[in-house]
C-alpha cells in the first residue's frame, strides 16, 4: 500500500500553529493527497527532529514548515538553499529531495502579499519599523527592500543581531536606492508608516518592545503573531490611532507559497484566510 505524503511544522511551541488546519483546507482545495503535522522540538533536538522525521514509517516525509526558533538552524542544515533563503540566512520551508535538504523562505512573500493584497495599503516610498531580528524578520527584510520600501529601521533587544542582519542587506538596500539603519528598541526615533513587530514578544506574553510614539494617525501596525496572543498589541495600535493587523494573513499567505513549493499549485489564499477568520471567530 502506497504511503501518503507527510509534511509537519516544527517549532517550539507549536501547539497554537494553525498551520495543520490551513494545509489540510490547501489539500482539500486542490485536490491534493496529503497529511500535515505539527512537531514540538526540544531546544537542542533540532537537527535530530529533522532526522527522525525523515524516516517516520507512518508516511513518505516530503518537507517541513519551520517555525520559532529553528530557521536559522534550518538554513544551515539545507544542502541547498533559495537565493531568498541564503540572504535571510534563515529559512522557514524544507523541501526533501533525493540530493538533500532544499531550503526557502516564504516569510516575506506572505507578509508583502498580506500588506498589499489583503491590507491593500502600499509599500512603495514608505517608511517601515521592523521590529525584531530573528528569524522572522531575517526573511522578511529582502522582500521588503525589493517591494520599493523607501527606509527600513531595524530595532532589536539584542543590538548586534539588528546591525547584522542590516549588513547582509546592505548591498540590496543600495541597489533599490532603500535606506537602511539599525538601533536599539529604546532609540528609534520618529513615527512610521509601517510598524511590523517580528518579535516573539507577544508570544512570550511580553509587553509591545517600543513606544507608541513609532505610530502615527492612519500607520499600519503589524504583529506577526495571531490568536488571543495578539490581542495586546492590537489593542495597543489601536489606542494610539493606528490601523492594526494580525499575522493570520501573512501566516496563510507563506504557507500557500509552500504549499506552491511542495505540490506545484498554488492554493487559493484569500479564501483560505476568510474561512480560517471565520473559524478563529
Ligand atoms: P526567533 O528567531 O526566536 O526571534 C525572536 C525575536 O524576538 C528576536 O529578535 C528576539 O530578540 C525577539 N524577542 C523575543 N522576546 C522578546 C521580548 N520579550 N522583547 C523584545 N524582543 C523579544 O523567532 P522568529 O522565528 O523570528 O519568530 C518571531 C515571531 O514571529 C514568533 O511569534 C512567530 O510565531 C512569528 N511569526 C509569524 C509568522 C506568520 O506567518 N504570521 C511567520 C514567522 C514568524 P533577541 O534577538 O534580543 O533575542
Redesign the pocket.
Known sequence: MSKVDLYCVMGNPVEHSRSPWIHARFAELTGQTLRYERRQVQPDGFAQAIADFRTDLAGHARGCNI???F??EAAALARHLSERARLAG?A?TLRFEDDGIHGDNT?GI?LVNDITLHAGAALAGRDLLL?????????VLGPLIEAGIRRVVVA???PD?AAALVQRHAALASAHQTVLEACR?DDVAGAFDVVVN???????G?DV?VAASVLAPGTLAID???GPAAAGFLDWARAHGATARD??G??VE?AAEAFRIWRGVRPPAAQVLAELRAVIG
Open positions: 517555525t520559532v526558533p530557521k536559522f534563515a522557514n516569510d506572505g521590529i525584531g531580528a530573528g528569524g522572522a524578520a531575517a526573511g532589536n533587544r539584542t543581531k528598541l517580528a518579535t516573539a514578544a507577544s508570544l512570550a511580553a518592545p506577526m503573531m495571531y499575522g493570520l501573512m501566516l507563506q
